[in-house]
């Protein structure tokens, strides 16, 4: 029976001659969905019967006919006779169609890449020789959304820079160096994994915003950042360190002195002492 079903189908539904009185069923080739979110596998059937009181629906995973059936159910012409609701969603798997209506998609919920794999569905009506089951499958393919993710300077023990760009997808998308120009493939530098990569480029132009671009799911996606000459920063921050150097050195000299002179002459000596220095120090500055 079941390879008489498989001739029927390949035969008649892949050439698009099958009538309203033959056993049909039609389902995508394959279906994309990204990790996370829930997916939908279509699957309507055709039969010679126009009326029937029960129908069962059964999908099975990797193998057509002898696979391991992951979700059945029985749909009956009056479901609160015996508590049995097809269309009820439960768990990872239940019906996303109505069997009243020859459908049976199936709904799985909050997909992972344990769930990539080749789907098949199949219907029994109450007659135990009235089924018919899909020979072709429908696939899975679990997808992580394309992403630009980061845009970062990183500094190589030698001291050398580069400009990195870090992307995730499956798969990986291509990065493409906007500003500057990038004239020679050999100066990018590509790292890749089944689901990340990064793109890197010599930071040896000054002064500029290097950007990075991917041509993603949603359209172009583009992040940038202001690198300034490594050197020029170099002479900017010791600098100012010396000055806080003096600073600090200073009011530690002048701390020194007041609490020695303290020590030696008493206070009102001391009193004195800062008179002159406070003297003293504003002749300096007049001079100046």
Same mark, same amino acid.
């Given at each position: 029976?079941?390879?008489?079903?498989?001739? =029927?189908?390949?035969?008649?539904?892949?050439?698009?001659?099958?009538?309203?009185?033959?056993?049909?069923?039609?389902?995508?080739?394959?279906?994309?969905? &990204?990790?996370?979110?829930?997916?939908?596998? %279509?699957?309507?059937?055709?039969? %010679?019967?126009?009326?029937?009181?029960?129908?069962?629906?059964?999908?099975?995973? *990797?193998?057509?006919?002898?696979?391991?059936?992951?979700?059945?159910?029985?749909? #009956?012409?009056?479901? !609160?006779?015996?508590?049995?609701?097809?269309?009820?969603?439960?768990?990872?798997? $239940?019906?996303?169609?109505? %069997?009243? $209506? /020859?459908?049976?998609?199936?709904?799985?919920?909050? =997909?992972?890449?344990?769930? &990539?794999?080749?789907?098949?569905?199949?219907?029994?009506?109450? /007659?135990?020789?009235? #089924?018919?089951?899909?020979?072709?499958?429908?696939?899975? &393919?679990?997808?992580?959304?394309?992403?630009?993710? $980061?845009?970062?300077?990183?500094?190589? %023990?030698?001291?050398?820079?580069?400009?990195? +760009?870090?992307?995730?997808?499956?798969?990986?998308? #291509?990065?493409?160096?906007?500003?500057?120009?990038?004239?020679?493939?050999?100066?990018? !530098?590509?790292?890749?994994?089944?689901?990340?990569?990064?793109? $890197?480029?010599?930071?040896?132009?000054?002064?500029?915003?290097?950007?990075?671009?991917?041509?993603?799911?949603?359209?172009?996606?583009?992040?940038?950042?202001?690198?300034? *000459?490594?050197?020029?920063?170099?002479?900017?921050?010791?600098?100012?360190?010396?000055? =806080?150097? =003096?600073?600090?050195?200073?009011?530690?000299?002048?701390?020194?002195?007041?609490?020695?002179?303290?020590?030696?002459?008493? /206070?009102?000596?001391?009193?004195?002492?800062?008179?002159?220095?406070?003297?003293? +120090?504003?002749?300096?500055?007049?001079? +100046?």
């Amino acid at each position: 029976m079941a390879l008489f079903q498989m001739i =029927v189908f390949f035969s008649f539904f892949s050439s698009g001659l099958i009538s309203a009185d033959e056993w049909s069923m039609t389902v995508p080739q394959a279906v994309k969905q &990204n990790v996370g979110e829930d997916a939908v596998l %279509p699957c309507s059937f055709t039969t %010679p019967y126009t009326s029937y009181q029960n129908i069962t629906v059964v999908w099975r995973i *990797k193998y057509p006919f002898e696979g391991p059936i992951i979700f059945n159910c029985l749909s #009956t012409e009056n479901p !609160s006779d015996n508590g049995q609701n097809c269309t009820e969603s439960i768990g990872h798997y $239940s019906l996303a169609g109505n %069997p009243r $209506s /020859k459908n049976i998609s199936l709904r799985i919920k909050n =997909v992972s890449f344990s769930d &990539n794999t080749q789907y098949f569905c199949r219907f029994e009506l109450s /007659k135990k020789g009235d #089924t018919y089951e899909t020979g072709t499958g429908t696939s899975l &393919n679990i997808q992580i959304p394309q992403t630009l993710e $980061s845009i970062y300077i990183r500094t190589l %023990p030698s001291g050398e820079q580069f400009i990195t +760009c870090d992307v995730k997808g499956r798969p990986p998308p #291509t990065v493409t160096w906007i500003v500057p120009e990038i004239t020679s493939s050999s100066l990018v !530098s590509v790292q890749s994994d089944w689901d990340r990569a990064s793109s $890197s480029i010599p930071a040896n132009q000054s002064n500029i915003n290097y950007t990075c671009q991917i041509h993603g799911e949603t359209g172009l996606q583009d992040l940038s950042i202001y690198y300034q *000459k490594r050197s020029e920063q170099e002479q900017q921050i010791p600098f100012t360190l010396f000055i =806080v150097f =003096v600073v600090l050195s200073g009011a530690f000299f002048i701390s020194s002195i007041i609490l020695a002179v303290i020590y030696k002459i008493g /206070k009102k000596q001391a009193c004195d002492f800062f008179i002159f220095l406070l003297v003293t +120090c504003v002749c300096i500055v007049a001079a +100046c």
